[in-house]
């Protein structure tokens, strides 16, 4: 049987295989590269907003969708000549119209590209309708958008921090749901795909997959932290158990969710070409990836950490250092008095702090006559004999 075989089996029977929090700064180091690269991304590149962000013209065209037809309407666009016309977006509306997008036009460019469009479709130029989006609707849903995310990360942050009775899983859990979105925010910078109200849509979708991924890894910390007394580990100990036994739910889940998402990108890129489901498929599959790995990576190494930081845990580290330090002693003066070929009488010191000193090896008593027990009868143990 493989190795990696082997590893699932004992993750499903719920062993613990991988020592993933021993390997924080790792992660820490792996995450910070990655949300380098994004934000340079987003500072350099920029996001390409789209038509409702930014504003522009809207033109719906009655023609019959065809594999031509967004290439088409298109080239009919950047053929009138007009300047700054390379970013027109087209795209298609059910089975009979074609959306055009454009940068603002004046009305003598209005009527020049709602005649063009109307030539193309062979239709009257009043059936082709136009609008005129201003960037205001844009920064409207922006600045409602960045509201209700203020909202909704105190909210849950009170939530979790009163759920779990612990401030620091309220803040491990953030920090993972921030680190989600600076990701997909920047990954949407380097490949240049347009942010839509879609993109919106997906990223707040992301947020809940992001803490619920989150929250059932919490759940299994605090219901091993409870068996700290019992076990004798540390709450990094417990907390990495606690990830071994739901990762592979972790890994599955994510599949499953993933590749349909999959599927859709694929098709708004390779299919579609343009359209709301490529911006929402390639934001919801870079987040629901991201949420998985911070929720098991960025979310629980935080809470160790600051966990191992508190009195209580120092304390609790001093304690077992203590009785391991015992039981080394223990098994050190067993073995000697099993190897040594007189009996040796050994010590163990069990007072509080004896870990901190260096101990003392067991001495071994020196030989001489055994002196074995003497049969007595009860007169004479009544006389003291």
Same mark, same amino acid.
């Given at each position: 049987m493989a190795a990696p075989f082997r590893a699932l089996v004992r993750l499903s029977h719920g062993e613990n295989v991988f020592d993933l929090l021993s390997k924080r700064r &790792?992660?820490?180091? %792996? *995450?910070?590269?990655?949300?380098?690269?994004?934000?340079v991304g987003i500072?350099? &590149?920029?996001?390409? %907003? *789209?038509?409702e962000f930014r504003g522009g013209s809207d033109f719906r065209v009655p023609h019959a969708v065809t594999a031509t037809t967004v290439t088409d309407a298109g080239q009919v666009v950047t053929g009138t000549g007009l300047p700054e016309m390379s970013d027109v977006i087209v795209t298609t509306i059910g089975a009979n119209t074609v959306q055009v997008q454009t940068r603002s036009l004046t009305s003598p460019e209005v009527t020049q590209v709602r005649g063009a469009?109307?030539?193309?479709?062979?239709?009257p130029s009043d059936q082709v309708s136009y609008s005129l989006i201003g960037a205001s609707w844009g920064q409207q849903i922006t600045q409602k958008g960045t509201i209700a995310l203020v909202v909704f990360l105190v909210l849950v942050g009170l939530v979790i921090a009163i759920y779990f009775r612990d401030w620091r899983m309220a803040v491990a859990a953030i920090v993972s749901v921030l680190h989600d979105l600076v990701v997909t925010v920047g990954v949407y910078a380097w490949v240049g795909f347009s942010v839509t109200p879609a993109t919106l849509t997906a990223l707040l979708t992301i947020l809940g997959y992001s803490l619920y991924d989150t929250m059932v890894v919490f759940d299994r910390v605090r219901e091993n932290v409870h068996e700290l007394p019992s076990r004798r580990e540390t709450y990094g100990t417990a907390a990495n158990r606690s990830l071994n036994e739901v990762l592979l739910r972790s890994i599955n889940?994510?599949?499953i969710g993933v590749l349909p998402v999959l599927a859709l990108l694929i098709a708004g890129v390779f299919v579609l070409g343009t359209g709301p489901i490529k911006d929402l498929s390639l934001a919801m599959f870079v987040g629901m990836i991201s949420?998985?790995?911070?929720s098991i990576f960025i979310a629980t190494s935080l809470l160790v950490d600051m966990k191992e930081r508190t009195a209580e845990m120092r304390d609790w580290r001093r304690k077992l250092a203590r009785h391991e330090e015992r039981e080394r002693q223990r098994d050190a003066a067993e073995e000697l008095a099993a190897t040594s070929p007189v009996p040796v009488v050994v010590g163990v010191d069990v007072t509080?702090?004896?870990a901190q000193a260096d101990p003392e090896p067991p001495a071994p008593v020196a030989p001489g006559e055994r002196h074995q027990p003497q049969h007595r009868t009860r007169t004479e143990r009544r006389r003291g004999h």
């Open positions: &790792r992660w820490y180091v %792996l *995450s910070a590269v990655v949300l380098v690269i994004c934000l500072g350099v &590149r920029g996001l390409n %907003l *789209s038509i469009l109307a030539q193309w479709a062979g239709v889940t994510t599949i949420g998985a790995y911070s509080e702090g004896a």
